[in-house]
């Protein structure tokens, strides 16, 4: 692959990077920025990795997690983001990160702007797929770390294998991964049956006031502030959410509602066929075709309003 080479090639130019993923990490963002730094750091280079918001405490089982800080306190010779549709998702880390000459950008959303002065943006399951191919490339040893961190991403990305739009590239990688030491029983354990009792209220509350609407094709868990407080939960328990609501025989695309302060609430949007990409990208998100996202301001009935409007132009 040709644009890989190129991309490769100057990457490894460096000998002193910073790696940058998205705010509210999920495990594609923390596997994609730990692997490349681990990677590197086998190459004989020096990598950092930073993230504004703090890594949530279900993804401390894999090594190397504790190593995220939140700002950078030195120069490098190079930055990188991971996992980053567009400059917004570097949040305020965008500032340290467009002061550098040599900017690198590794993703896989199609929704990317390719912000960076060097771009690799390849539509795939996962961004750790990404990842992986650029370690391959850079003939980096895929260790047990870096097997792991790299499954970590793509399990969750995938669905733990089980999104529509999968092809066989997720399973070969994976198959290699684990034929390096990842332990893909104890990833699956943690990240989809392991619940806290708190998880699981929340999960029961929200999930028992399901709102529905177009003929019940359309399907919204929303998740107040309060509600997440008065479970004793936080922001990551809601994870797992969404994909129950589209797993409901009539929905086509299901809506995540989750308040992010007054009047401003996180969008997450999941389609059995529709392409929520574009209907994110009203709102000023995006993602992928059938799981994007956006931030919407306003009264939480007049934000229901909205998405059940567009996404009424989207169903046949």
Wanted: contains cysteine; charged residues 25%.
């Amino acid at each position: 692959m040709a644009n890989l080479t190129q991309f490769c090639e100057k990457l490894n130019m460096f000998s002193n990077y910073a790696i940058i993923c998205h705010v509210r990490p999920d495990g594609d963002a923390v596997g994609s920025a730990l692997a490349l730094k681990l990677g590197l750091n086998s190459l004989g280079k020096n990598a950092d990795i930073f993230c504004e918001d703090e890594i949530p405490e279900k993804f401390f089982f894999i090594e190397g997690m504790s190593e995220f800080s939140v700002f950078p306190n030195k120069e490098y010779d190079a930055v990188v983001s991971v996992d980053c549709a567009d400059e917004g998702r570097i949040g305020t880390l965008f500032d340290f990160y467009k002061k550098h000459k040599f900017t690198f950008n590794i993703d896989h959303h199609v929704s990317n702007t390719k912000y960076a002065k060097e771009n690799l943006v390849i539509d795939s399951a996962s961004n750790c797929e990404n990842i992986y191919a650029v370690l391959k490339e850079l003939n980096a040893k895929i260790d047990t770390k870096i097997a792991n961190a790299l499954l970590l991403g793509i399990s969750t990305d995938s669905g733990q294998f089980s999104h529509q739009n999968l092809t066989s590239s997720p399973f070969l990688v994976a198959a290699d991964l684990v034929d390096n030491g990842a332990d893909i029983n104890k990833i699956y354990y943690e990240n989809y049956k392991r619940k806290s009792k708190q998880k699981a209220k929340l999960f029961s509350l929200v999930c028992s006031n399901i709102k529905y609407d177009l003929d019940d094709r359309l399907a919204f868990a929303i998740i107040s502030e309060k509600t997440i407080a008065d479970c004793l939960a936080n922001s990551d328990d809601t994870e797992g959410i969404i994909d129950f609501v589209l797993s409901i025989d009539c929905v086509e695309v299901a809506v995540s509602v989750m308040e992010f302060g007054q009047n401003r609430y996180k969008i997450s949007f999941r389609s059995k066929g529709v392409n929520v990409n574009e209907i994110a990208s009203r709102f000023g998100g995006g993602g992928h075709v059938l799981a994007s996202g956006c931030m919407i301001n306003g009264n939480l009935y007049d934000v229901l309003d909205k998405i059940t409007s567009t996404v009424k132009q989207f169903l046949a």
